[in-house]
């Protein structure tokens, strides 16, 4: 991905140059060998949403890594867009609503949801160790819940923390500290003084088309 960007980047400056014009929402269709629409939200951190056509059924929407979709959105520079299909739309919206409800927290197989449960767990179910992280421990759920600013490593970390037992609890104390000291305590207020001058939410659907 990177040799992709620095080629168009030698190659095509002016592309490169141009993407701070342009607008949040972005909406093209392409042919390909398949019907599919590929949603990139960034939202803080970067979800990626997808639907394939020819399914009949939402279960047909998953959410990709950009490597799995990487090909999927390549295309050369004198490729042109094509117009969206009849049922861009009406799939947008599912995609949209897709979106909403993982976003939301509602898939227990996520590791937003899973470190979400941790950060819960420990906010309701206090011991004396952790009274001192409370604060921070909100900021983090705050974080997750409404800015998505935590990377994919951090979250992890917090969902592999455990509140069973004296050992596991040392553990987690050390780990939430670490994360405390890595981050520092107002990093969230930063990051919302920052996002108040950038646009809280960019999209851009592609929509592959089968011709």
Aim: glycine share 4%; net charge negative.
């Amino acid at each position: 991905m990177l040799t992709k960007y620095l080629e168009i980047k030698k190659k095509h400056p002016e592309l490169i140059k141009d993407l701070k014009n342009y607008p949040s929402r972005i909406k093209v269709a392409k042919m390909s060998n398949e019907n599919e629409l590929l949603v990139f939200l960034k939202k803080g951190r970067m979800y990626i949403h997808a639907v394939r056509y020819d399914a009949e059924k939402e279960s047909q929407m998953y959410q990709p890594t950009f490597e799995e979709v990487f090909d999927k959105i390549v295309c050369d520079i004198d490729e042109e867009k094509i117009l969206l299909s009849d049922g861009f739309w009406e799939w947008y919206e599912k995609v949209k609503r897709f979106r909403e409800h993982r976003l939301g927290g509602t898939s227990e197989q996520s590791i937003e949801q899973k470190a979400l449960n941790n950060l819960n767990t420990f906010i309701k179910n206090q011991w004396e160790e952790i009274l001192p992280y409370l604060d921070f421990l909100r900021t983090l759920r705050e974080d997750i819940i409404d800015y998505g600013t935590l990377s994919d490593y951090t979250m992890r970390r917090i969902a592999n923390l455990e509140n069973s037992g004296d050992n596991n609890r040392k553990k987690a104390i050390n780990e939430i500290s670490a994360l405390k000291d890595e981050l520092g305590e107002d990093y969230l207020q930063k990051e919302k003084d920052r996002q108040k001058d950038l646009s809280k939410e960019i999209i851009i659907a592609i929509e592959n088309q089968k011709i």
